[in-house]
């Protein structure tokens, strides 16, 4: 029986936690209901302390205190999504109370566990009940009550698992999101499962392997609408501090006043905030009042929230973690010296669309889009070798915008991200754009206000079966998307083009460009653009864009 955790042993509980929850990421995955696109819940909670387990995987702990604080200051900058940093900061609460400890019994555990309690409620501005943190706390409750009965950390995990265990399936009672959904909160599920990973080490049992599982309850996605989502960008950020100690309870005010589910983790050099805004712009300027930027990324939660009603796998850039750590490109690339101030990057899959973002300026490409999102390091890459002292980096996806705001902070060069969220929308912003103009700000105000100009429709298909806002959805059924929400479908794709058509000459649009995907035939591009240039009244003209996944994307102005 173990007596007392010792360093070696918590560095052993956290690597056999984060194999638990590699392992059964998926099942978490799928009861993600609330806000659906905020990063898969069982993915971003494993990518969070998996950059723990890289940190103690350097170190050989020879005390509980030296293993919890490496575990706490890994997760606090690998945390993704709120999940990620309501789990670091369950074991930043855990770190204060090892602190200075050789090792910890049954008794210190639970006080650690309920510490981990109190700093995550500490740093949610609004706690919601039927989550996590309503899982961690009744768990860390009944774990102080049985260090008292067995002070024995064996024992005191068991009964800790079996009281959260009770009140995660009450979860679905507690929340309507999660009763309308028929599921389980998906956060307290993935803690759970770190514990009995934990449990399981101490009770000698061999490291589950890494081959996934499925699962048998999945949320309906179906039952959720795009209107169960307050504001559109899930904000994340590490903001190092410069200035010493700092008071966040100015920042906390601000940012609750233009977003909602905050949580902010901090320690002794840097903050880490998660916020749900439309203006992820001024969370990131204000935040900046107290330190320097680090990494950030913005995700836009609608689109994502569409991809799974319309039966796609919503991709999020943290997916992109899955490659092997260790092989950063960035790090074998030329730096570009500066030939000028201003540089444009844009990521578009697709030879025609890339060769469209090249004559209108834009000096560097990295390859990607829907379904094949490129990593923070491909991107960082070719910030690297644009010849400018500024890079503006056009993302094209939605899906893509946090992957490139990591890059902030990351370079010499100054990044500025302009959140376009399809490819007409960055050739858009590229078209609007003074060559002459070398004034960041300016710059930065020309092609946003420019991107938002412009209406996009898209053709794609359905991956599966659904019901999504009365339409019933077959799968291989051809789905008609206008700025990320659902326009119509159909077995019969000219039909949605006529009714693109429609939609557009009842808009009074005035251009319109198509851009015809990979598969399509020049026969059937020349019809669409005849069929809008006969049906719309507006000047059309078509682009062999070869993009995947769309079989056309469409711009409207």
Do not use: W
Not at 167 to 192: H, Q, R
Not at 207 to 213: A, F
Not at 361 to 379: F, H, L, Y
Not at 463 to 482: K, M, N, V
Request: net charge negative; glycine share 8%.
């Amino acid at each position: 029986m173990i007596e007392t955790v010792n360093g070696s042993t918590f560095k052993q509980m956290v690597l056999f936690g984060a194999a638990c929850i590699a392992a059964q990421k998926q099942e978490i995955n799928d009861l993600n209901v609330f806000p659906v696109p905020d990063g898969d819940t069982g993915t971003n909670m494993s990518l969070t302390i998996s950059t723990a387990v890289d940190e103690l995987k350097k170190h050989d702990p020879a005390t509980v205190d030296e293993a919890a604080k490496i575990t706490a200051s890994g997760l606090l900058r690998g945390a993704r999504g709120n999940s990620g940093v309501i789990l670091s900061l369950l074991f930043r609460g855990m770190s204060k109370v090892l602190k200075g400890l050789q090792s910890a019994d049954g008794k210190q555990l639970a006080a650690a566990m309920s510490e981990g309690v109190t700093t995550a409620y500490g740093a949610v501005m609004k706690p919601a009940e039927g989550t996590v943190l309503t899982v961690s706390r009744l768990a860390a409750a009944r774990a102080v009550e049985a260090a008292t009965e067995h002070n024995d950390p064996i024992y005191v995990l068991e009964q800790a698992i079996r009281a959260g265990e009770t009140t995660l399936a009450e979860t679905i009672e507690m929340n309507p999101v999660l009763k309308k959904a028929g599921v389980v909160d998906a956060g307290g599920k993935g803690y759970l499962v770190i514990l009995e990973g934990m449990l399981r080490c101490l009770k000698g049992e061999p490291m589950p392997e890494l081959n996934g599982s499925e699962s048998r309850t999945r949320a309906d996605f179906d039952a959720l609408s795009e209107e169960d989502i307050t504001f559109t960008f899930d904000t994340v950020f590490i903001v190092r501090k410069t200035k010493g100690p700092v008071d966040l309870q100015p920042l906390r005010l601000y940012l609750t006043s233009i977003g909602d589910s905050l949580v902010i983790g901090e320690d002794d050099d840097a903050f880490k905030v998660h916020v749900h805004t439309d203006i992820p712009g001024n969370a990131l300027n204000e935040a900046q009042k107290y330190g320097d930027l680090e990494v950030a990324k913005i995700e836009n939660m609608r689109i994502q929230a569409q991809d799974v009603a319309a039966g796609r796998k919503t991709i999020s850039a943290d997916d992109l973690e899955d490659e092997p750590h260790g092989e950063s490109t960035a790090q074998e690339v030329t730096f570009a010296p500066a030939e000028k101030k201003i540089g444009f990057l844009a990521v578009c899959a697709g030879d025609g669309i890339a060769d469209t973002f090249r004559a209108l300026g834009v000096d560097t490409i990295v390859s990607g889009g829907q379904t094949m999102n490129p990593s923070t390091e491909a991107i960082l890459a070719e910030v690297n070798r644009t010849p400018s002292e500024v890079v503006f980096v056009l993302p094209n996806n939605k899906n893509i915008i946090m992957a490139a705001q990591q890059c902030q902070g990351l370079t010499e060069k100054q990044v500025v991200v302009i959140p376009t969220a399809t490819v007409p929308q960055g050739i858009t912003a590229m078209m609007a754009l003074d060559p002459e103009d070398e004034d960041v700000d300016s710059v930065t105000a020309v092609l946003t206000e420019a991107a938002a100009t412009v209406s996009t429709a898209q053709i794609t298909y359905a991956a599966r079966d659904s019901e999504f806002d009365g339409f019933a959805i077959t799968e291989g059924d051809y789905l008609a998307l206008i700025d990320g929400k659902l326009f119509d479908t159909d077995r019969d794709l000219n039909a949605l083009l006529e009714k693109l058509a429609a939609y557009a000459k009842a808009g009074e649009k005035e251009y319109i460009n198509i851009y015809a995907g990979d598969g399509v035939s020049d026969a059937d591009a020349a019809a669409a653009e005849e069929l809008f240039a006969e049906k719309s009244g507006a000047e059309v003209a078509s682009v062999r864009g070869g993009q995947p996944v769309y079989y056309y994307i469409i711009s409207m102005e």
